[in-house]
């Protein structure tokens, strides 16, 4: 069973960026999508963007289409999520995911392993 290990979260200032990271580890790194969720305290945790397989397609949520960039090593089974211009709304507990045998997608469902998450805190 793959596991997942979030790094990266912490203090960070708007308008300034932040990169996290996810290790895999239990797996075949490259058979996996892999997806950044976040959760806001009190509300519902929220796509934020996937990557395929190879890492050759990705996807967005609106809200971040511009300032968030998902990347892969397939030999260093990591996943990043890079994030510039951070606004205090983004401030969540934000969570790495994996989904074998799908297609890129945003559906929280079709992901079936989850890592603990990292807090991410956004100050002025």
């Known amino acids: 069973q793959l596991q997942l290990v979030e790094s990266g979260g912490g203090l960070v200032q708007a308008g300034d960026s932040v990169r996290l990271s996810c290790v895999a580890s239990?797996?075949?790194?490259?058979?996996?999508?892999f997806g950044w969720f976040r959760q806001a305290p009190g509300k519902e945790r929220d796509f934020v963007a996937s990557?395929?397989?190879?890492?050759?397609?990705?996807m967005y949520a609106d809200s971040v289409k511009g300032r968030a960039t998902i990347t892969r090593n397939n030999a260093e089974n990591t996943v990043w999520l890079h994030m510039s211009r951070p606004k205090s709304e983004e401030t969540a507990v934000y969570y790495c995911?994996?989904?074998?045998?799908?297609?890129?997608?945003?559906?929280?469902?079709?992901?079936?392993?989850w890592g603990q998450g990292t807090q991410v805190t956004v100050f002025s």
């Open positions: 995911a994996a989904g074998q045998g799908v297609d890129l997608t945003q559906q929280q469902n079709r992901y079936a392993e």
């Open positions: 239990g797996g075949t790194f490259n058979t996996y999508i």
């Open positions: 990557i395929s397989r190879q890492g050759g397609g990705t």
